[in-house]
């Protein structure tokens, strides 16, 4: 069983005329499983849920943007083995 928590936060600056500014937050929780191969290559299959906030906050028309669904992951794994 694998669990991936993950949480991102930054200042967005926009180099226009304007120069917008702006935060975004975006927030991941994610779980599943590894399906192995052989002893060192395995792929893992992920299912979870994603938060995103967008806001730009000095622009003539301010931008709140909020976005949230269910993802899904696919990715393969390689393990050193140790001698």
């Known amino acids: 069983m694998l669990t991936d928590v993950s949480y991102q936060f930054g200042v967005n600056k ?7 500014k702006g935060k975004f937050n ?6 599943g499983t590894e ?9 893992e299959i992920l ?3 994603n938060q995103k906030t967008v806001s730009i906050e000095n622009s003539p028309g301010a931008l709140n943007n909020n976005k949230k669904g269910f993802q899904v992951s696919i990715g393969f794994q ?3 083995e140790k001698d």
């Open 26 to 31: 975006t927030l991941s929780i994610m779980g």
């Open 78 to 80: 390689f393990h050193l």
């Open 35 to 43: 399906i192995f191969f052989n002893t060192t290559a395995g792929m």
């Open 14 to 20: 926009l180099l226009g005329a304007l120069h917008e």
């Open 47 to 49: 299912l979870g849920y």
